[in-house]
Every structure is written in C-alpha cells, then in structure tokens.
C-alpha cells in the first residue's frame, strides 16, 4: 500500500485498506489509528456501507468494545446478504455466503454459518472477499463440521493446483 501511494493518490482507500488488514491481524491498536484516519477523511459512509468487508468492520467494532454497533451492523448485514442474496449469481453469490457465514459465526449462531459454508463450498468460490482464516470465524475452528469443510476445500485447491501442474507440463497452459 505505501508504494502503491507513490504512484497513484489512494490515501483513503488505502487507509481502509490498511485498516481491514489489521483487522484481520488483530493487531487492534494499529487498526484503531486508521479507522481513525478513514473517519477523518469522509470515508466513514463507505465503511458503513454494506459493501464486501462489512465483516471486517463489524469484527473491528466487537473486537474493541464497541458491541452494540457490532450487533447493528451484523444485524444489518444478514439482512442485506440474506435478501441479495436472492438476486445474485457466481462471485457475488460466493461473497454473500461468506459473509453471512461469518456474520452468524460472530454472532455464535454455528448452525447458521456451517449451513452457508457449506453452501459456500459447494460452489467452488471460496474466499472472497475474506478467508476462512478470517479471524470471526475462531468460534468454529474446534468443530467438525468446520474442520470437514475446510479440508474438502483445502483438497479441492490442491486437485485444481495438480491440474493446473498437469497443464503445464503439458504445453496447454503457459503462466
């Protein structure tokens, strides 16, 4: 991000940018300081925007104390995914599932989340716009079901690398 900065204007974007990968990294002091900068910039609508890191945001705010915000805006956010969900397809759809799974996760509603990673699965559209490491997710890594279907995906990634591999060596595919 900061060389990123050299060559193009991004000071918001890249603040939020930051922001969210501190987040992710727990690392709350550092995440604090540009949620600020995001603030003091105007960008705060787009944070609060039910756009592809409300997840993040919400885990920001549970994770400082900030709990009645958080239970807003994962509130708001299953709300939003679970009717668009209705009207999207591919990478969106893939997005929606994954945010409702994290959102009903942090939420502690296990059954819920596993119900949309499941989906999520099956549709080969894994981890966009956050991971399964995602850090709302902790809840659930001790459970099973969880644990099955990160390895099914993790066994899925591995089958598409060997065959991209295969495609390789065999002149098909030139990366």
Known sequence: LDSIQNFTPC???CDLMRFYYYTSKRD????EIYYKKVLDIGSAQRM?????YSVNFNYFLKE?????EALKGLNSSIKYFETDIL????VDLARDRLQLAASYAMLGENKKALKYLSLLEKSGLFEY????????????RNDPEFKAIVKRIEDQRAA???KVREMEQNGELHL
């Open 48 to 52: 609060w925007k039910l756009d592809y």
């Open 160 to 162: 598409i690398r060997e």
């Open 64 to 68: 400082t104390g900030r709990n009645n």
């Open 87 to 90: 009207k999207v397809h591919g």
């Open 11 to 13: 000071e918001g974007s």
């Open 28 to 31: 709350f002091k550092k995440a």
């Open 129 to 140: 716009p956050i991971t399964l490491k995602f850090p709302g997710f902790d809840n659930l």
